[in-house]
């Protein structure tokens, strides 16, 4: 069973990084074929594709978000993170981590997701 659990500060002050992490466990990151998935929702909006790092290390952004937006990992600890940088108010949303795969083409597991609020 494929565990993912997010974790950050849930308060970051407007133009700074968000930074988060994924940590994964019962399943290895570098597992083929999927790709590791940051979605966020912010309220009362739908789920919003963040980007995603794929099994062997490949980064696919949003093009909205792509000027903001890294992704990277940590195969020794198998962790996934988020950086999105010179937040504003509108960055403000439940954040999820999620395995997307590449070979059907959906999510089969998501973490329970972490709200991040920014604020002064």
């Known amino acids: 069973q494929v565990q993912l659990q997010e974790s950050g500060p849930g308060l970051v002050k407007p133009s700074q990084m968000l930074s988060l992490t994924c940590t994964v466990s019962g399943g290895s990151i570098t597992t083929s074929y999927y790709a590791w998935s940051w979605i966020r929702q912010p309220p009362g909006k739908g789920l919003e594709w963040m980007g995603a790092?794929?099994?062997?290390?490949?980064?696919y952004y949003s093009p909205s978000l792509k000027s903001r937006t890294s992704i990277s990992r940590d195969t020794s600890k198998n962790q996934f993170s988020l950086q999105l940088s010179s937040v504003t108010p509108e960055d403000t949303a439940i954040y999820f981590c999620a395995r997307y795969g590449l070979g059907y083409y959906d999510y089969d597991y998501w973490g329970q997701g972490t709200q991040v609020t920014v604020s002064s």
């Open positions: 790092i794929a099994y062997d290390g490949s980064t």
